[in-house]
């Protein structure tokens, strides 16, 4: 958009704009410091002060949208004139039916296209490959982000990350392939102990929309590979209400009518239950909730999901199958016990701590290669020793004074990733035992250790107490 008045130039203009726009970009600013916070888990989403501020009203824009004969006439040109009409016309039929960029349409590849599904695999600026027309609940960014293991991994670039807990991915796995008859799964965790990449593996290898496109996160071992499951509906459920989760899950397993905003939960466990009679097919659908304890208001949330969890067809077997990502909170405790009651519960604080250091081992030695120079043989030994000191060092006794209990595999992750990006190569191996000894055992003391940890990895201590004074407080609320 040009601001330019006559006779005025491009610097006067960008200054212009910039003088009206001086609060909208300081509220932006403020934002993203507490988007990395909330990407990364640190905080909640309700936390960030900087949310709660209305931007400043922005001036009208000059920009519309173009009218139906407009575009009518312009396909009308690009159709009868040019020296490939046929090229130009499917050009502008694929930017107004999916909206992608320039970069997206110069990026697409012959097995970019679904055909059986009608979709589009679209790259743009730089992020992660989407499909065009993935639903907004299904939320792939999150579960790709978790399936990698990664601070800040674009999905599919590079391979995952996540190591270990081989024997909940192997249970995981059988429930989601129908290989075992356990109707509810629920999988909790202490802040940052690996649940939401537990799910994103699942997510991940078993959806049909992000299966392919994932492939390099969830292959690692395929012993305990999800096969893909077109009856699979996935839910982020973080900041959203109930009735969103609701139309989610009905358009992932196109269920919902025109309006799909008008579904009640009625409506919803009534077309589940009537599946196999409409669709004709025997096999049930499997729906998976992410972030329970994050949603908008996860009691009216837990009033679907109970019901989906009794839900029985007409000849009295299972109607769905549930697996729910949560924290153990009393609150959600009727769910984790009819998790429970059908030994559906898998409780990561539960596992044992010498198999818990070796999957810290193996976490950090891979988060490692994905730093250079720590990727070359010649620094083996320092991934080594690095790794298995973090592990050893943070699946020791707990101290009295550490209250609440953190995920290892959150603070190993931040950990790893500073000493990776704010240090020199170290190849000195006093120096690598004393810092994999150095690693504080929870966040708060991560926190207070490093001032000034690098942007990518979480926003820094000092950044977030120069807006928000309350910080240290908050803290202590951070979800994964």
């Known amino acids: 958009m040009l601001m330019l008045h006559r006779g005025g130039s491009r610097r006067d203009a960008a200054r212009l704009w910039l003088a009206r726009h001086a609060g909208e970009l300081f509220v932006a600013a403020a934002r993203a410091f507490y988007n990395r916070a909330i990407t990364d888990d640190l905080i909640q989403a309700t936390d960030s002060p900087a949310h709660r501020v209305s931007k400043p009203r922005r001036l009208p824009s000059t920009r519309r949208a173009l009218t139906s004969n407009e575009l009518t006439e312009i396909n009308q040109v690009a159709r009868t004139t040019g020296n490939d009409t046929i090229l130009d016309a499917l050009l502008l039929r694929l930017h107004t039916e999916t909206a992608c960029r320039r970069s997206g349409a110069l990026r697409l590849r012959l097995q970019d296209l679904d055909t059986e599904r009608g979709l589009l695999l679209l790259r743009e600026r730089g992020l992660s490959p989407f499909w065009a027309d993935v639903d907004e609940g299904l939320d792939p960014v999150h579960f790709m982000q978790r399936a990698s293991g990664r601070l800040n991994a674009h999905g599919h670039e590079g391979s995952g990350c996540l190591s270990g807990r081989r024997s909940e991915m192997r249970k995981l796995t059988d429930w989601c392939d129908g290989r075992d008859s356990i109707p509810v799964r629920v999988v909790t965790d202490s802040p940052g102990a690996g649940k939401s990449a537990l799910i994103g593996m699942v997510v991940c290898a078993a959806h049909p929309t992000l299966n392919e496109a994932t492939e390099r996160l969830w292959r690692i071992d395929d012993t305990w590979t999800p096969i893909v499951n077109d009856l699979l509906a996935a839910v982020h459920a973080r900041g959203r209400a109930l009735r969103e989760i609701v139309a989610s899950l009905a358009r992932q397993l196109r269920l919902s009518p025109a309006d799909d905003g008008a579904l009640e939960t009625s409506d919803l466990l009534r077309l589940i239950r009537d599946w196999n009679r409409s669709s004709g097919r025997n096999d049930r659908p499997v729906l998976v909730i992410d972030a ?58 539960a596992v044992q701590r010498r198999s818990l250091k070796l999957d810290l081992e193996n976490y950090v030695g891979k988060l490692l290669r994905h730093h250079g120079p720590y990727d070359d043989d010649n620094y083996a030994g320092t991934r080594g020793i690095l790794a298995a000191r973090i592990a050893s060092t943070l699946t020791g006794s707990p101290a009295d004074d550490e209250g609440q209990r953190w995920g290892e595999f959150l603070v190993a992750r931040i950990y790893t990733h500073h000493l990776a990006t704010a240090y020199q190569p170290i190849s000195d191996s006093a120096l690598v035992r004393d810092l994999g000894d150095a690693v504080p055992r929870t966040l708060p003391k991560l926190l207070e250790r490093f001032e000034t940890v690098t942007a990518q990895a979480c926003p820094t201590k000092a950044t977030l107490n120069a807006t928000d004074p309350t910080h240290g407080r908050r803290v202590m609320q951070v979800n994964t």
């Open 292 to 349: 329970l304890d994050e949603t908008v208001n996860f009691t009216q949330v837990m009033d679907l999901l109970l019901p989906l969890a009794r839900l029985t067809r007409h000849d009295g077997t299972v109607a769905c199958r549930l697996l729910v990502g949560m924290r153990s909170w009393a609150e959600l405790n009727p769910l984790r016990e009819l998790a429970e009651a059908g030994r559906g519960l898998i409780d990561l604080d």
